[in-house]
């Protein structure tokens, strides 16, 4: 994407001058100030500086529009957040009226609201049965660093402190705090964090197309992957194990969705030796899978689920955890929990979060993703991607897809250069105003929920005409 540095064109100069949240400048202005002074996450700031950051000015519905006043479809909701689409008055107006009614008062001092009560109540109806306490944080990051604090408190409530090991999986994302780094399996991030949490130790992760070998099916692969647990468990001890952690089906890590047979034996593994078992909602959660939790789809219970991004489906920040009744019962029972953050509970966040929730609900968001749009989306991409010489497989339900690159799908060959080719396809969406986000060589899609089928037939589209161009490319078309 070539820039014109100086180019007049604004995608807010619709928006009237006294109601834009901040002046408006050139792309160029923005460009040369973001690099003067802001550091990204996850980024080359070099080369970022050098090639320059496109500047989102506005968004509504699922569409963005960037200071050049190019509109692109968002088939990312953000950073996998905002599932009610962008715009939404009711989570504005819930913000504005809680910040003049109560902006701030902490939870610590045998002190409550009434936003964290209300918004407390509603979780409770919204998750499955057994969950009907939550403890509140800023994000996902947090929320696990909450899941580690909460395991540790429980074992030593149950006389077990030797119980501290937490097993979690290569190729995992489970934030970026020093804890969810180091719960998290990604390489590049360990390798830049020399300071880790203790008695964190990983497995290898379910994904069939990239790491079965021989002629294993999905499923006894699926099974293979999940007795890894039992073995790592037997290793160490399983009285000092305290608890498995995975996002249900992995997110950053390439939308890996684990063979049908993997949870069931996870979680019959986890009972056998009485291992907490933690579900990693932060992106399955909030009805991206069409169930309003990811382990309904795959048929589990875990004990302690993390909630972020979708509880406010972004317009603030808010992480949660939400405990088992058997985990708070214990907690409850034994003392002070020595855990808290200033913002727990944040009023604001809360009241964002208690709209955003009754919207999923009460307009019937998350029911059609399970009924009719996250079928619909599926079922364009299979057809659309069936056979293609460079899609090896499609994983996905309701509405997170992940579209595997491979160089012979026939024979599950990858591409050597993985990585190169999903960058490659990703330059190719970005031009095409279609945000998709590849890691290595996967394609990846989770649009809002409230996207139409008009808008889901746009983003597959704009997917095949990057793939296609990928493949031509790379002279495999
Ligand atoms: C994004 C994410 C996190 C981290 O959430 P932050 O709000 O970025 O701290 C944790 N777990 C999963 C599965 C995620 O996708």
Known sequence: ????????????????????????????????????????????????????????????GVYLWDSE?????????????????????????????????LP????????????????????????????????????????????????HQFWLTQGKPSKKVVISRRNAYHGSTIAGGTLGGMGYMHEQMPSKVENIVHIDQ?????????????????????????????????????????????????VIFPPSTYWPEIQRICRKYDVLLCADEVIGGFGRTG????????????????????????????????????????????????????????????AVAIANL?????????????????????????ETFANHPIVGDIAGTGLVAGLQL?????TRKRFANGGDVGTICRDFCFNGNLIMRATGDRMLLSPPLVVTHGEIDEIVSKAKHAVDATAQQLGLS
């Open 69 to 101: 006043g190019n509109k692109i479809i968002d088939g990312m909701a953000g950073l996998w957040c905002v599932n009610v689409g962008y715009g939404r008055k009711e989570l504005a107006e819930a913000g504005y009226r809680q910040m003049q009614e």
């Open 358 to 382: 009754k919207l999923l609900r009460d307009e019937g968001i998350v029911a059609r993703v399970k009924s009719d749009t996250g079928p619909y989306f599926q079922q364009r991409l299979r």
């Open 104 to 151: 701030f008062y902490n939870t610590f001092f045998k002190t409550t609201h009434p936003p964290v009560i209300e918004l407390s109540t509603l979780l409770a109806q919204i998750t499955p049965a057994p969950f009907n306490h939550f403890f509140y944080c800023n994000s996902g990051s947090e929320g696990n660093d909450t899941v580690l604090r909460i395991v």
């Open 206 to 254: 379910p994904y069939f197309y990239g790491e079965a070998e021989g002629n294993l099916t999905p499923e006894e692969f699926g099974l293979a992957r999940a007795q890894q647990l039992e073995a790592k468990i037997l290793e160490v001890g399983a009285q000092n194990v305290a608890a498995f952690i995975g996002e249900p089906f992995q997110g950053a890590g390439g």
């Open 291 to 350: 169930e309003w939790f990811a382990h309904e789809h795959f048929g589990f219970e875990p004990d302690l689920i993390t909630m972020a991004k979708g509880l406010t489906s972004g317009y603030v920040p808010m992480g949660a955890v939400g405990l088992h009744d058997r985990i708070a019962k214990a907690l409850i029972e034994n003392g002070e929990f020595n855990h808290g953050l200033t913002y727990s509970g944040h009023p604001v966040a809360a």
């Open 1 to 60: 994407m070539s820039y014109r540095i100086d180019a007049p064109a604004s995608a807010i100069e619709d928006i009237p001058t006294t109601l834009r949240a901040q002046p408006s400048r050139s792309t160029g202005e923005y460009r040369a100030l973001d690099a003067a002074h802001h550091i990204h996450p996850f980024s080359d700031m070099g080369s970022l500086n050098k090639a320059g950051s496109r500047v989102i000015v506005k968004a509504k």
């Open 406 to 410: 491979a160089e012979d799908p026939a």
